[in-house]
C-alpha cells in the first residue's frame, strides 16, 4: 500500500577534494513510499534549489540497476540495507515513518570524493585497462558456432560478467579492496573458452594494477560479497587465486 | 541543395563490397598521422573508438559518465539480431532485410538496411570472440528467442542484460587501446560544441563535468555516437543523462536533422505512478514470447485479474492479429493498448495500464524455465512495483523509448557537414519510422565495428586537410558562445527549477506529439513550447557555480536544447500528413485504424536545416526508392 511517510536524512557535504566535509541534516516530509531512493533525493534537491541552496550532488544514469553509476553508503551500508539492490532500485517502502537515515559517499583510498556523494572511481577503469580484455581486433572472428561453450559454463560466466562496477564491494570491505571486482572480470574471461589463452596473464595484471592503484589486500572478510548489488560470489575470488598462482608460476620459470 | 545519399550503384547484394573497394584507403602508415574525435562510449561510439584505434588511428573518446561502460546502451535487456538462420527456420539477410524495411513501415533507405543485415553476422561473431557470454543451448550452440515484427527466431540474447554484455564487450576492447595508449579516454566531459574549419568539423568545445572548465580539442574528423533524443519527453525508458544536445548543436552548425518526429512508444514499460517520477522502466519485448496481453471485457471492471474468468477476458493482439499475435511491431502493440484504455478498459489504479499475463506460461513450461528466461525482470518488475509477477500478471503500459530520427547522414554515415559523422541511435538511418525491437544493438555495432572503420578512411583520404589547432579563432569563438550560454543560465536566478521546465515540456510532448496526433494538437503544442522556452529563459533557476561541480546546470543546458528541438519535433509532425509506424496522425488511418500511408507524396526523408535560433528551418527532401521491397499497407494479422 502506498503511504506518505516523514524523514530525517543526514547527508555527508564536501565541497570538493579539499574541504573536510560534515553531516548535514533535512527533513522531507510526505515521501511516497512508491519512491525509489533517488527520486526521493531529487525531491530534497528541487526544495532546496527552490530555497536558495545548492543542491545534493550524486550520481545516476539508468536508474535501473544496471549502469552501476549509483551508489551511496546509507546507513552504514553500500547501496543501503536491502539485499542485491542498488541504490536506485531501493524503494522508500523498505523505510518508516520518523526514520533517520545517514547517507555518506563509498569511502576508500582509491576512490576520492569529487563533491557530496559524488566519487571517482577511474581507478576500476584503470585495472581493466591493464588486461581485464580479450586480445581480439574486429574483424578476424571465426563463426560464432565454431566456439562451442556449454550451456553450464556460459551460464556461470554470465553470473560473473553481471558486474556492474559499481565499487560498493570495494565501499563494503575493511581493506578497500577490489578483489571481488577483479575476481569478477578474470573469472567470466578464464571459464570462457576464447578467454583461456591469456587467462593467467591476464589475472596477474589486473592483479598488480590493482594494488597500484591504491586498493588493499583481501583478508576474506566477505563483506564484499554480502554488499554487492548483482550477486556476485566469492567463488570468483578462489578462481581468480587459481589463475594468480599459475602466472606466477609461470613467470618464475621463464 | 540537392541531398545526395551516396548510395552505390548496382546491385544491392553487392552495394556494399563494391563501395569498400571503390573506398580510398589510408596507408597503415599513415594511420597514426590523424586524430579523430569520437563522441560517445556506447555500442556504436564505444566499438567505433575502439575499432579505429585498432587500425592504427589516434582516437579521442567522450562520454558524459564516470567510465565509458556506463552508456546507456547498458540498460538493453532482450537481445540482438542477426540473420545466422542457426535455428534452420528461413532466416536469411534477405528476410531481414525485409522485415526491418517493413517493420520500418518503409520510411528507410533500402541500401543501407541490406548492409546491416549483412553485417549482422560479423557481429555476433565478433562479440563471441570478445567473451560476450550470449545464452547457450546445452550442446554448447547459441539460442535465439523471437521478438515483434518477425517470424523467425533470430534473436540472440545473454539473459535480460543483453545490453550490458554487448556493451561491457566493446569496453574491452575500448579498454584496451586506452591501454595500449592509442585512445585517450575522456569521461565525465559533455560536447557543448561542434567547430567548423573551412567547413569541416575539426573539433569539439566541452565542458568538464567536474572542474566546470571549458575544454577545446581539435580533430580531423569528428563521430558524434551519443544516442537518442527521448528525454525530450521528461518521462523515458532512456537514461537520466540521455540528451540531445550533441546532435542539436550539430544540427545549429549545419548537420540536417532528419525525420525528428520519428519516436517509439514501447508497449511493454511499467506504467506511470506519481509526479515525482524520474524515469520509466522497460520491461523487455522479449516477454511477448511467453506473455500474454489483456484487458477485461467489460469497460470499468475492477475486479482483481484472478477474479476475471477467461471467459470475461479480452486477448486483444491475438483476436485482432492472430499471425503475430502478441508478437505485433510495438508501434501496433502500444497503439491498441492505448486504444484499450481510452475505452475504459485499462487497469490499475490509473486505469493506463493492461494485463501481461504469465500464468500460461508458467503452467506450460514451470516456473523454472520463465524464471531463467526473464528471472532479472521479473525480480525489477518486483522491487518497482511491489507485486510479485509470478502470481500476479504485470501491468504495463506504453512508453517513449527509442528515436528513429537523428542527424541525416549517407551511405557513410557522413552529416551533412563534411567529416562530422553520426553513429547508432544518433542518426537516422536504418529504421524508418519505426523500429524493430533487437535492432538498434545490431545497428549500433554495425556502425562502430564494420561501417565507420571503413568509410571515415574514404574520407581522410579523399581530403587534403591541413593541421588545425584550438588555437584557430573557430575554436575561440565556439569558446566564447559556450561560455556566454553558461553565464546567462547561471544568472537569471528565476523562481522555476529545470526539472519543473522539463516536465511540462514532457507534458506537452506526450499529450500532443506522443502515440497518437492531429494537427490541431500540434498546432497548439507548437505556441505551448514557444511560451514555455521563452519563460525558461526568463524565470529558470539554476543554482551553483560555473567552476565546479554543477548537475542542475548541466541540466538546464540540455534542457534548453530540448525546448528548441521539441519545436523542430512537430514541425517535422506537421509537415507529414500521413501515419507511417511511430507517426500516427489520427486524420490518416485504415478502416481497421492502422497507419495509412501516402506513398505518392511522403515517401521521403524529410531533412531539416537550421537557419538559427529563431527562424523556420528549411525542409530538404531525400526521396525514397523501393527497387527491392514492394510497397504494401503493412499487416500483421
Ligand atoms: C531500457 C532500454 C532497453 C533497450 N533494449 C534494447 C534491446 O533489447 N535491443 C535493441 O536492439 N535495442 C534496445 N534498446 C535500444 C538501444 O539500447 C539503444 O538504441 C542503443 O543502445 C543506443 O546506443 P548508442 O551507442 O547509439 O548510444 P548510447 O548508448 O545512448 O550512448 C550515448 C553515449 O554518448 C555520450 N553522450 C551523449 N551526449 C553527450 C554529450 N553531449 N557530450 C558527451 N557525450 C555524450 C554518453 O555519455 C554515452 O556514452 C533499448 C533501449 C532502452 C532504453
Ligand atoms: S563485484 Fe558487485 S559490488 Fe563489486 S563492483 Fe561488481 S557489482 Fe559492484
Ligand atoms: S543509476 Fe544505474 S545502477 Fe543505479
Redesign the pocket.
Given at each position: 500500500m502506498t503511504q506518505n511517510i516523514n524523514l530525517t536524512l543526514k547527508v555527508w557535504r564536501q565541497n570538493g577534494q579539499q574541504d573536510k566535509g560534515r553531516f548535514e541534516t533535512y527533513e522531507v516530509s510526505d515521501i511516497s513510499t512508491d519512491m525509489s531512493f533517488l527520486e526521493m533525493l531529487d525531491v530534497l534537491n528541487e526544495t532546496l534549489t527552490l530555497e536558495g541552496k545548492e543542491p545534493i550532488a550524486f550520481d545516476s544514469d539508468c536508474r535501473e540497476g544496471i549502469c552501476g553509476q549509483c551508489g551511496s553508503v546509507v546507513n552504514g551500508r553500500p547501496h543501503g540495507q536491502e539485499k542485491k539492490t542498488t541504490l536506485c532500485q531501493l524503494h522508500m517502502r523498505h523505510f518508516k515513518n520518523g526514520d533517520t537515515i545517514a547517507i555518506e559517499p563509498f569511502r576508500a583510498r582509491a576512490f576520492k570524493v569529487l563533491k557530496d556523494l559524488m566519487v571517482d572511481r577511474g581507478a576500476l577503469d584503470k585495472v581493466i585497462q591493464s588486461g581485464g580484455f580479450i586480445s581480439v581486433n574486429a574483424g578476424g572472428a571465426p563463426d560464432a558456432n565454431a566456439i562451442p561453450v556449454s550451456g553450464e559454463i556460459a551460464e556461470r560466466a554470465m553470473d560473473a560478467a553481471q558486474c556492474i562496477g559499481c565499487g560498493a564491494c570495494v565501499a563494503a570491505c575493511p581493506n578497500a579492496s577490489a578483489m571481488l571486482f577483479v575476481s569478477a572480470n578474470v573469472s567470466h574471461l578464464a571459464l570462457l573458452p576464447q578467454g583461456k589463452l591469456e587467462a593467467a596473464k591476464r589475472a596477474l595484471a589486473m592483479v598488480r594494477t590493482m594494488d597500484a592503484c591504491g586498493f588493499g589486500n583481501c583478508s576474506n572478510e566477505r563483506e564484499c560479497e554480502a554488499e554487492c548489488p548483482k550477486g556476485i560470489s566469492i567463488i570468483n575470488i578462489a578462481r581468480l587465486n587459481r589463475e594468480f598462482f599459475k602466472a606466477g608460476f609461470f613467470s618464475h620459470n621463464e | 541543395m540537392q541531398l545526395d545519399g551516396n548510395i552505390p550503384s548496382g546491385p544491392i547484394q553487392d552495394k556494399w563490397d563494391k563501395h569498400c573497394f571503390d573506398l580510398k584507403l589510408v596507408n597503415p602508415a599513415n594511420k597514426r598521422k590523424y586524430d579523430i574525435i569520437v563522441?560517445?562510449?556506447?555500442?556504436?561510439?564505444g566499438s567505433a573508438a575502439a575499432t579505429l584505434a585498432e587500425l592504427g588511428y589516434n582516437v579521442k573518446n567522450?562520454?558524459?559518465?564516470d567510465s565509458?561502460r556506463r552508456?546507456?546502451?547498458i540498460?538493453?535487456?532482450?537481445?540482438?539480431n542477426a540473420a545466422k538462420n542457426y535455428q534452420n527456420d528461413g532466416d536469411s539477410i534477405w528476410r531481414l532485410f525485409y522485415d526491418t524495411v517493413k517493420g520500418g513501415d518503409f520510411r528507410a533507405r533500402e541500401a543501407n538496411v541490406y548492409r546491416l543485415a549483412q553485417i549482422s553476422n560479423n557481429i555476433i561473431d565478433q562479440c563471441v570472440a570478445q567473451g560476450v557470454p550470449f545464452a547457450r543451448e546445452y550442446g554448447g550452440q547459441l539460442a535465439n528467442r523471437s521478438f515483434g515484427g518477425a517470424q523467425v527466431s533470430r534473436t540472440f540474447y545473454a539473459r535480460g542484460q543483453?545490453?550490458q554484455q554487448l556493451l561491457l564487450g566493446a569496453y574491452r576492447s575500448l579498454c584496451r587501446q586506452i591501454g595500449a595508449g592509442k585512445v585517450e579516454m575522456f569521461p565525465r566531459?559533455?560536447?557543448l560544441d561542434v567547430v567548423l574549419v573551412q567547413d569541416q568539423a575539426r573539433g569539439i568545445v566541452?565542458r568538464n563535468l567536474v572542474t566546470g572548465e571549458i575544454e577545446k580539442y581539435a580533430a580531423d574528423a569528428v563521430v558524434l555516437?551519443?544516442?537518442?533524443y527521448g528525454n525530450v519527453f521528461f518521462l523515458s525508458?532512456?537514461a537520466m543523462?540521455?540528451?540531445v544536445?550533441?546532435a542539436f548543436r550539430a544540427y545549429r552548425k549545419g548537420a540536417f536533422f532528419a525525420n525528428p518526429c520519428f519516436t517509439q512508444i514501447h508497449p511493454t514499460c511499467i506504467p506511470v505512478h506519481g509526479t515525482y517520477q524520474s524515469k520509466l522502466t522497460?520491461m523487455?519485448e522479449s516477454l511477448r514470447n511467453d506473455g500474454r496481453v489483456w484487458v477485461p471485457k467489460t469497460p470499468g471492471d475492477k475486479r482483481n485479474p484472478s477474479e476475471i474468468p477467461e471467459s470475461d477476458r479480452d486477448y486483444y493482439l491475438e483476436r485482432k492479429y492472430p499471425s503475430f499475435g502478441n508478437l505485433v511491431p510495438r508501434d501496433v502493440a502500444s497503439r491498441n493498448a492505448k486504444e484499450q484504455c481510452d475505452m475504459g478498459k485499462g487497469v490499475g489504479e490509473t486505469g493506463l495500464a493492461v494485463y501481461l499475463d504469465f500464468a500460461d506460461a508458467i503452467r506450460r513450461d514451470g516456473r523454472d524455465v520463465i524464471e531463467r528466461k526473464y528471472g532479472n525482470l521479473f525480480e525489477m518488475y518486483e522491487k518497482i512495483t511491489g507485486d510479485n509477477p509470478y502470481e500476479t500478471p504485470m501491468m504495463i503500459y506504453p512508453a517513449v523509448?527509442?528515436t528513429m530520427g537523428g542527424l541525416w547522414v549517407d551511405y557513410n554515415l557522413m552529416t551533412t557537414v563534411p567529416g562530422l559523422f553520426a553513429?547508432?541511435?544518433?542518426n537516422f538511418s536504418d529504421h524508418g519510422a519505426n523500429r524493430l525491437?533487437?535492432?538498434?544493438?545490431?545497428q549500433?555495432l554495425a556502425d562502430g565495428y564494420f561501417i565507420i572503420p571503413y568509410t571515415i578512411g574514404g574520407y581522410l583520404a579523399g581530403n587534403s586537410l591541413d593541421k588545425v589547432s584550438t588555437d584557430h579563432p573557430a575554436f575561440r569563438e565556439s569558446e566564447s558562445k559556450v561560455k556566454e550560454m553558461t553565464d546567462t543560465l547561471l544568472s537569471i536566478n528565476g523562481k522555476r527549477t529545470v526539472d519543473d521546465f522539463h516536465k511540462e515540456l514532457g507534458h506537452i510532448m506526450w499529450e500532443y506529439c506522443g502515440m497518437a496526433r492531429n494537427n490541431e494538437g500540434l498546432e497548439k503544442a507548437r505556441g505551448m513550447i514557444q511560451e514555455l522556452r521563452e519563460e525558461f529563459w526568463k524565470n529558470v533557476r539554476v543554482p551553483g557555480l560555473e567552476k565546479d561541480v554543477n548537475q542542475s546546470l548541466e541540466r538546464a543546458g540540455r534542457v534548453a536544447d530540448f525546448l528548441e528541438f521539441s519545436e523542430l519535433m512537430i514541425i517535422d509532425a506537421l509537415n507529414r500528413q500521413e501515419s507511417c509506424g511511430g507517426h500516427f496522425n489520427e486524420a490518416y488511418q485504415t478502416d481497421e485504424n492502422e497507419a495509412r500511408r501516402d506513398d505518392e507524396n511522403y515517401s521521403y526523408v524529410a531533412a531539416w536545416e537550421s537557419k538559427g535560433v529563431g527562424e523556420e528551418p528549411v525542409l530538404h527532401k531525400e526521396d525514397l526508392e523501393f527497387e527491392n521491397v514492394k510497397l504494401t499497407q503493412r499487416s500483421y494479422k
Open positions: - | 563522441v560517445g562510449t556506447g555500442l556504436a561510439g567522450f562520454c558524459i559518465q565509458p552508456a546507456h546502451s540498460a538493453a535487456q532482450g537481445g540482438i543483453t545490453g566531459r559533455e560536447l566541452t555516437a551519443t544516442g537518442g525508458t532512456n543523462n540521455s540528451n544536445t550533441a522497460l523487455s523509448h527509442y553513429l547508432g541511435e544518433a525491437g533487437a535492432s538498434a544493438l545490431m549500433g
